[in-house]
């Protein structure tokens, strides 16, 4: 068990570029997560797939935001037109289905900066 | 999006002592967590807890779901440096999947030797 693996670990881009993140979760795991956190607060959820259907988008995700998990394994994130308050640690998490689905386990994060 | 209250939001204590910090919510939770998150780290889970009134132990930790379902307690005895980081609980619904779990907004613990 390798864990939940994000790349890259940081991304500094301009204002406007568009950019996109990978999550790779737990081999077992059928729950994938996507929380943004920012300074000083807890991680706010995103989105979660169930294998290869996203299930649920929180009305965070703006148009500028899609992710995908295509394969049910791993998953990108991409955020087109990036805008400075896009800034942020964008984390990803898996979990087991069923009676411990709120078991999340999360990856190290993706910190981008928005310049 | 909504945060749970956590208290205090920060905390400097010596090598040695006892830790204890709390979690407080407008709504009811069925499911309380906790986590522990180091610099440039994601959230790590330490314990969870499913019933009211439960207490939980994992090593020197030791979290309790309060009784009214609305708050949770996690302490930490004879800290040592290695548990500063930022401390987190989340709680879940009766009715909710992972993705309605709500993160508190953190207590940050500095341990000084």
């Known amino acids: 068990d390798t864990g939940v693996s994000q790349n890259p670990r940081h991304k500094i881009t301009k204002r406007g570029q568009n950019v996109t993140f990978r999550c790779d979760p737990i081999s077992e795991h059928n729950r994938l997560y996507w929380y943004r956190q920012t300074l000083g607060q807890g991680p706010e959820f995103l989105t979660y797939f169930q294998n290869e259907a996203q299930l649920e988008k929180s009305r965070l995700l703006s148009d500028r935001f899609s992710a995908e998990r295509p394969k049910g394994s791993f998953s990108t994130l991409e955020i087109q037109r990036t805008e400075q308050g896009d800034s942020a640690m964008y984390l990803c998490?898996?979990?087991?289905?069923?009676?411990?689905?709120?078991?999340?386990?999360f990856g190290s994060g993706t910190q981008l900066s928005v310049l | 999006g909504q945060q749970l209250n956590q208290s205090p939001q920060s905390m400097f204590i010596q090598e040695g002592e006892d830790v204890s910090m709390n979690c407080t919510s407008s709504s009811i939770f069925n499911t309380w967590l906790w986590y522990k998150q180091e610099p440039g780290e994601g959230p790590v889970l330490l314990i969870a807890l499913y019933k009211a009134g439960e207490l939980t132990s994992n090593g020197r930790l030791t979290a309790q779901f309060g009784i009214t379902r609305k708050d949770s307690f996690l302490n930490i005895s004879a800290s040592i440096p290695s548990d500063v980081g930022i401390y987190f609980c989340?709680?879940?619904?009766?009715?909710?999947?992972?993705?309605?779990?709500?993160f508190g907004t953190g207590t940050r613990l500095q341990v000084t030797l």
């Open positions: 989340a709680g879940l619904p009766l009715t909710g999947t992972a993705s309605k779990l709500t």
């Open positions: 998490a898996s979990s087991l289905e069923g009676r411990l689905n709120e078991k999340l386990f």
